[in-house]
């Protein structure tokens, strides 16, 4: 039974959809009147006293009280409704960006079917009906219904539908390019392809997990804050409780709606309401780089890592070496070298070959030779050589010895200059290649591992963050030093096998660093099971996904580096935005309770030293002020702190004196310039 699995994928369905808040905020508005349903709101312990609080209020407004007129007990309590508002407002909004997103993969995904291999044959059945260790047969044109390996064939991927990236990848059995992702296209062949995940656990799955912020699981972090938060609003509660008793013992009365409004900002609501739009926001940086993260710890994680390891080869350097320079053999000009050379790699289709070539055009262009008028000689691990023979003419380049060999020249005879280059380029970690014409030697061709632009710097601003880079290598000692000082790395751990790897995060560990580190191989299962942060390459094995903790969709090790600044912006914006929220609680203190006892103590007075017109203004004022801060911060806990490169210390400095002196003092001008507005409208 040979039947075409239907399916109705379109190729860019996951690509992120442009959102913005202009788009966002009427579902978001919707979504803040929804969430004040206790029974999503008990999430936020902090807003679920402040909605409780303003339910009292609300009720306190149909009672009668001689000394708090009923239309400042209303505004009290409908500017408490708003606090909880904006902060549902919030986290709508964060959620809105992921759920447009979310809605996007699942319409991705609807409809899909899959051709599943029987005893008699094939069976078409849903996509969801797939589990694992299932295989399916998947054509040219055809949908991948889930993430799998290949166990037969070769074809091209098109993995748009994920990545974004529009160039197809070739996938084939065995090897470190086995693995495939559901909701990805075949553009050529056929694979037979053995299903790895069950419903709700593939990629697609973790995507819409990630970006749904409602159902996100909260971190250990957010999960301590909680529970900090809760004990500060406890001993606020209690502390507000008191004081009516002192009042009676003064021969005094304070009334409710004061006492409410004096809860509610003292305790810390700014950062209460924004807590879960921070987190929500985080992670959405982190889907919108193409990075699934298995759980929320695995971010905060980086944010706190000590050690990155990152694999030389198409992290540190491009994955190929390339050609850096050519030497000429005394007697040989420039211009005749450059044209040996290059001729003997115009039919080299090695990505070596092709550096050397593009090396060439740009330092001595020259006339070419159409390539199919050359007679193209492959590299052969018997000759190590390659070349062509064009118009009766022998051109060829390959490793030193092999070349000494095949022009017929002991080593002891090659020019004391060409002799001491050779040298100098294996010193240096990069590889010599000799070039000859009819057997006459012209030169020699230096290839090395190019570092790539920007990441020394990239280092050293990770080494002002505190975080040591080391790189991994298979070179050998001599090699992996050279190339390790022109990375500007902090260490090498050279001739690198699983096992060194293994041990190497296991003494970081032992010494108590965070580790963080990529790999693609099976090989590399073991250390990314090990390391704090473990991140696989999408299109490695199912052995290294498995054992990471995140999977970068679009298989790109730099990546990590980006990983780890999101993780930092995540730490460090929770902890500006706390500060300042506990900050606020200072100016907030001096607005309300010298109005609140200024009956009962006159000489408190002295204390209202932002001159507040009334204890009815002042008490209004802050809880005015309390509800627009949410709504001012917003943006900024969407967008998340910027993390400048330097040491813990330096940033402990820069947040306290910006979101710790600021939290005082914004409220002070805030509160003061509320009242000021409020007694000019006659509000209070």
């Known amino acids: 039974m040979n039947m075409p699995a239907t399916e109705t994928v379109a190729t860019k369905a996951t690509q992120s959809p442009k959102t913005s808040v202009a788009t966002l905020w009427r579902p978001a508005l919707k979504q803040a009147f929804v969430k004040l349903d206790p029974r999503q709101l008990y999430r936020a312990p902090v807003m679920l006293v402040v909605e409780l609080t303003a339910v009292f209020t609300t009720v306190l407004c149909f009672i009668p009280d001689s000394v708090v007129p009923v239309f400042v007990a209303a505004q009290i309590a409908l500017w408490l409704w708003f606090t909880v508002l904006f902060a549902n407002f919030a986290e709508a909004l964060a959620e809105g960006r992921g759920k447009a997103r979310a809605d996007s993969l699942k319409a991705g995904s609807e409809g899909l079917s899959a051709r599943r291999q029987v005893a008699a044959g094939f069976e078409v059945i849903p996509a969801s009906g797939l589990r694992k260790g299932d295989v399916v047969r998947v054509e040219t044109g055809e949908m991948i219904p889930g993430d799998g390996e290949v166990i037969e064939g070769i074809a091209a991927v098109n993995e748009a539908a994920i990545t974004g990236e529009s160039a197809p990848v070739i996938r084939e059995s065995g090897g470190d390019r086995s693995a495939v992702t559901g909701n990805t296209r075949l553009v050529s062949d056929w694979l037979l392809v053995r299903i790895t995940s069950n419903p709700g656990e593939s990629t697609l799955d973790r995507m819409i997990a990630l970006v749904e912020g409602a159902k996100r699981q909260k971190t ?76 929320g710890r695995a971010v905060e994680a980086a944010g706190d890592v000590h050690v990155l390891m990152l694999d030389k080869t198409g992290t540190i350097t491009f994955g ?45 262009p020259q006339p070419e030779p159409a390539v199919e008028l050359l007679t193209a000689v492959p590299f052969s691990a018997e000759t190590r ?58 030169g020699a061709i230096h290839l090395k591992d190019v570092v790539k632009p920007g990441i020394r710097e990239r280092f050293a601003e990770l080494r002002k963050l505190g975080i040591r880079t080391v790189m991994v290598t298979g070179d050998n000692p001599l090699t992996a030093a050279a190339i390790a000082a022109e990375a500007g790395v902090d260490d090498v751990l050279a001739e690198a096998t699983p096992e060194k790897k293994l041990a190497r995060i296991r003494h970081e560990q032992n010494d108590g660093r965070l580790v963080a580190m990529c790999g693609d191989g ?163």
């Open 385 to 442: 050589l390659s070349g062509v023979d064009y118009q009766g003419r022998k051109y060829r380049k390959g490793a030193v010895d092999s070349l000494l060999e095949f022009v017929g020249l002991p080593r002891s005879e090659l020019p004391t200059v060409l002799a001491r280059e050779i040298d100098k380029i294996a010193q240096s970690g990069g590889t010599p290649l000799l070039v000859c014409v009819d057997g006459r030697l012209l």
């Open 320 to 364: 190929n070496r390339r050609c850096a320079a050519v030497y000429a053999t005394p007697g040989v000009s420039a211009k005749e070298l450059a044209e040996g050379a290059l001729f003997a790699s115009l039919a080299d289709e090695t990505a070596e070959g092709k550096s050397i070539v593009e090396y060439l055009r740009g330092l001595h």
């Open 522 to 684: 099976a090989n590399d299962a073991p250390a990314l099971a090990q390391a704090d942060v473990g991140m696989a390459m999408n299109d490695g094995t199912q052995a290294a996904r498995e054992a990471a903790n995140m999977v970068d969709l679009d298989s790109d090790p730099t990546k990590l580096l980006d990983v780890v600044q999101i993780g930092k912006e995540l730490l460090v914006t929770r902890g500006a935005l706390t500060t300042f929220s506990i900050a606020n609680d200072i100016a907030k203190y001096f607005a309300i309770l010298p109005a609140l006892f200024a009956s009962i103590y006159p000489q408190l007075g002295v204390l209202n030293v932002m001159h507040l017109n009334s204890p009815q203004s002042a008490i209004v004022s802050a809880i005015v002020f309390n509800a627009l801060i949410i709504v001012v911060l917003i943006p900024l806990a969407l967008r998340g702190v910027r993390v400048q490169a330097a040491s813990a210390a330096a940033l402990l400095r820069r947040n306290l004196l910006i979101y710790g002196l600021g939290g005082i003092v914004v409220p002070f001008v805030g509160i003061k310039a509320i009242d000021m507005l409020l007694t000019a409208l006659n509000l209070v």
């Open 220 to 295: 250990p972090n957010e999960v301590a804050l909680d529970i900090l938060l809760i004990g500060l609003t406890l001993i606020f509660l209690l502390v507000v409780v008191t004081l009516q008793p002192f009042a009676h013992f003064a021969n005094g009365s304070l009334p409710l709606v004061f006492l409410v409004a004096l809860l509610v900002t003292l305790i810390p609501t700014t950062i209460g309401g924004l807590l879960s739009a921070i987190g929500i926001a985080g992670m959405d940086r982190l889907v919108r780089l193409n990075v699934i993260a298995k759980s």
